[in-house]
C-alpha cells in the first residue's frame, strides 16, 4: 500500500516523552502537536480560529534525542512524517481511532522565532590500542611529577616555600634576576599588521 506523507504546521501541546522499546532499547519520543486554521470573519474585520486537527507524533532514535533537548510546550514547529490510524477496542467495547504521524523531521516554525542549530557531533570509537596508548601516555606523564623533590602545587609545603621566597624578596636580602623579556617584538609598540613587514 502507500504512505501518507504529511506537513504538519503548528504548535506542541504536551512535553515530549522518552521510552525505550521492550526488546530492542530503542529511543522513542512523543508528543502532540495542534495546527488551527485562521480565518478571517469579515462580519466583526478580525481573524478567528477555524478547524483545529491534533495528532500524536512519534519519533525514532536520533530524531527523539534531538526532539527531548529541543522542544517545549507551546514551540511552534514544523513536522514531516508518514500519518497513520491506530484502531483499536476500549474497555467498554467502543471501537476507537487514533492518528499519528510518524516523524522523518521536526523543526522550529521560524516565520514565528528565531533558533539556534546546534550540530550532533558523532561519537568516534576507540580501539584497544588507542586506550594502550592513551594508558601509557597518561603513566609516563605521571612518572616524573612523582620523582621531583618539589611538592605538588597546592600543598601546604609549597605554600611555605613560596611564602618564605616572598619574605626574602619583600626584607631586601636576596633579590631574583629580572625576568628576560619574550622573544620578538619590543614592549609597548603595536604590533605590524599580517604581511606587512
Known amino acids: 500500500m502507500f504512505d501518507t506523507h504529511v506537513t504538519v504546521v503548528g504548535n506542541v501541546l504536551t512535553a515530549p516523552e522518552a521510552r525505550h522499546t521492550a526488546n530492542t532499547h530503542t529511543l522513542v519520543a512523543t508528543f502532540k502537536v495542534a495546527a488551527t486554521a485562521r480565518r478571517l470573519d469579515r462580519s466583526r474585520n478580525c481573524w478567528v ?16 534525542e534531538g526532539v527531548l533537548s529541543s522542544v517545549e510546550v507551546g514551540d511552534p514547529v514544523v513536522v514531516v512524517g ?19 504521524l510518524e516523524a522523518s523531521a521536526v523543526g522550529h516554525d521560524l516565520s514565528r522565532g528565531r533558533a539556534r542549530f546546534v550540530r550532533n557531533r558523532p561519537r568516534t570509537a576507540t580501539s584497544a590500542s588507542d586506550d594502550a596508548a592513551t594508558d601509557a601516555q597518561e603513566e609516563a606523564e605521571a612518572a616524573p611529577a612523582a620523582q ?12 611555605a616555600t613560596a611564602s618564605t621566597d616572598a619574605q626574602t624578596v619583600a626584607g ?24 606587512r613587514r
Open 49 to 64: 480560529d477555524g478547524n483545529s486537527f491534533r495528532v500524536r507524533v512519534i519519533c525514532w532514535r536520533k530524531l527523539a
Open 82 to 100: 508518514r500519518l497513520y490510524t491506530r484502531d483499536w477496542v476500549d474497555s467498554e467495547g467502543t471501537l476507537r481511532t487514533l492518528y499519528e
Open 148 to 159: 621531583t623533590s618539589e611538592p605538588p602545587a597546592g600543598s601546604a609545603a609549597r605554600a
Open 172 to 195: 631586601g636580602e636576596a633579590m631574583a634576576e629580572p625576568a628576560a623579556e619574550p622573544a620578538g617584538e619590543p614592549v609597548g609598540e603595536p604590533s605590524a599588521e599580517p604581511g
